[in-house]
């Protein structure tokens, strides 16, 4: 979920954007966030728990071994 919260303003708006001074970019987010919270979206998480976890037993052992 974070990683969507940073790359949807970063290819929709950061990406074709020119910002000569800090304050331009923070500008810039503070106004793509306001936008997107008028009118937000529900997110539904579809994956399952045991699918998940699994993941990371694996990932897990992955780095114990490396």
């Keep these: 979920m974070a990683e969507w919260f940073f790359r949807d303003p970063t290819q ?3 990406r074709r954007g020119v910002f000569p001074q800090v304050a331009d970019l923070i ?5 793509y966030v306001d936008r997107r919270n008028q009118a937000p979206k529900r997110f539904f998480w579809t994956a399952r728990a045991t699918d998940t976890l699994a993941k ?3 990932a897990s ?3 114990d071994m490396g």
């Design 61 to 63: 052992r992955a780095l």
């Design 12 to 14: 929709n708006r950061l």
């Design 56 to 58: 990371i037993h694996c």
């Design 27 to 31: 500008e810039a987010i503070q106004t």
